[in-house]
């Protein structure tokens, strides 16, 4: 290798905060996603509850948060295939590409003041999501060696890159979209994956390999055409049929089917591989560490993902906002409540939290037992709004407190839990596995989506003491199991 081109690699190695360059456009694809995500779901299920007249489509809250429920697990539960054509069939850094073009097109959809354009936005945002979130993870696994101790460190600044977007969005979007028109914010989501694509496109040269190659055989291939084939067919005739009226499927029936199918999916799914014979000794014992902590990871986020459900309703029908009402922001909006947990964890938390687990040292606890510490603060978020759950004139500060116990929840399991997988993972099923974890996030999503639909049903201090109970008895459970999973992770922490 010529001297030079040595040079550039070694520069190129450690030029963002230490890290490969090509962490840098990572953090910037990622960041845009969640911009987008964010700043569309801050709307979503406010935008679905609100009337005709206000712009809204008026749908009453059993509707809106069957819809809510299904299309976030939905973007989650994409990205087990996601991973799978990745793997088998494009690549990474194609997945990548094509997801993030996509999840642009959805988004302008739903810049359209339209019924049938909005349910199509939604669909090409879960395919695009289902292409882009695994593989722009796994590429950041690959941008370092086994053996390179910066590796969960990377993952630190990248989940910073995650909550930036994530933190300005809803306030962007969220302003736009409460302020003027609820379709303004869906089209600056749009605008904000747009530029997320074009960085990506110029900044693919400081990737390396990472990402370009694939495992697949022509036999994966034929599946895969086959499988497309099937499901457009099975898309247009549904789609036709429903349109015509000759099938009559209401938002929250196919809710619930998809529930139960979701609960097989995982059921099949982990059947399979735990059972599977390509994998055996170390790698069978990892794989069941790896259904542990899928279990509390889907339990966690059915809590921590009402942010954009439930507590949503919540800020917008039982809380206080003109108490914060300002001359220099004008109105305080609902929806500007779901960047308080990125702005939680960028000015400050995320940093300390990065801090006290390096100065632990050897005392440092396990994955496990930082899954245990999520949970319990997830179900405390919960707990402290039980006394002023029946109000409807809350001090704003209650969800801001819940938020910030939220917010130390998350980091105690979130970006543990994205390390954990890559390290656990089998090599040859890296993306696979990345999907494993975001299908917690499906499984959790949907069940936090679903609570919402009994919001004006159930009476909210039983429902966020429900929530709280099983947070922190799971939680409780998890610690009495650290020493077994030492056992099954193999010396992974």
Request: glycine share 12%.
């Amino acid at each position: 290798m010529p001297a030079e081109t040595s040079h550039d690699a070694s520069r190129w190695d450690r030029s963002f905060f230490g890290h490969p360059l090509g962490l840098s456009t990572l953090f910037f694809t990622e960041m845009w996603e969640r911009f987008s995500y964010y700043g569309m779901r801050a709307l979503l299920i406010l935008f679905m509850v609100a009337t005709v007249e206000h712009g809204g489509l008026g749908f009453p809250t059993s509707r809106a948060g069957a819809v809510y429920g299904m299309y976030t697990a939905l973007a989650y539960l994409a990205t087990l295939p996601g991973g799978w054509i990745a793997d088998r069939i494009s690549g990474q850094r194609r997945a990548v590409l094509w997801g993030g073009i996509l999840i642009s097109l959805g988004e302008y959809c739903l810049a359209y003041p339209s019924l049938t354009t909005f349910y199509l936005g939604l669909a090409i945002i879960i395919v695009g999501t289902g292409l882009l979130k695994p593989n722009v993870s796994t590429m950041v696994g690959a941008l370092y060696t086994p053996e390179d101790k910066r590796r969960d460190s990377g993952f630190s600044i990248f989940y910073v890159g995650i909550n930036l977007g994530a933190w300005l969005s809803p306030i962007v979007c969220g302003y736009l979209g409460e302020n003027y028109d609820w379709h303004y914010g869906f089209l600056a989501a749009g605008v904000g994956m747009t530029i997320g694509v074009i960085q990506y496109v110029f900044g693919s040269r400081y990737l390396g390999k990472a990402g370009l190659t694939s495992v697949g055989t022509p036999a994966d291939a034929a599946l895969f055409r086959r499988v497309l084939t099937i499901s457009v067919a099975a898309i247009l005739v549904t789609a036709g049929l429903a349109l015509s009226g000759v099938l009559n499927v209401s938002a929250e029936g196919l809710s619930n089917v998809f529930g139960v199918s979701l609960g097989l999916v995982v059921i099949v799914f982990f059947g399979w591989l735990l059972t599977s014979k390509d994998y055996r000794g170390v790698e069978r014992r990892r794989l069941w560490a790896i259904f542990v902590l899928f279990i509390a990871a889907a339990l966690f986020w059915s809590a921590f993902e009402q942010a954009g459900s439930t507590l949503n309703l919540f800020a917008e029908r039982n809380t206080n906002l003109h108490q914060w009402d300002s001359p220099i922001w004008g109105l305080f909006r609902a929806s500007y409540y779901q960047s308080f947990n990125s702005a939680f964890m960028i000015f400050g938390l995320a940093g300390f939290f990065a801090w006290l687990w390096i100065r632990m040292g050897r005392y440092e606890p396990s994955s496990t037992a930082k899954f245990s510490i999520g949970l319990l603060f997830v179900g405390l978020g919960f707990a402290i709004l039980i006394p002023v759950a029946s109000s409807t004139n809350v001090s704003p500060w209650w969800l801001t407190l819940t938020y910030l116990l939220h917010t130390i929840g998350e980091l105690c399991l979130s970006p543990v839990g994205l390390s954990a997988m890559t390290k656990l993972a089998p090599a040859r099923a890296m993306g696979m596995i990345m999907g494993v974890w975001f299908l917690a996030s499906s499984v959790g999503n949907f069940i936090g989506g679903r609570l919402a639909s009994v919001y004006e049903s159930f009476p909210l201090p039983s429902l966020f003491g429900l929530v709280a109970a099983f947070c922190i008895l799971v939680s409780v459970v998890l610690l009495f199991l650290i020493k077994p999973m030492k056992k099954l992770s193999e010396g992974v922490n």
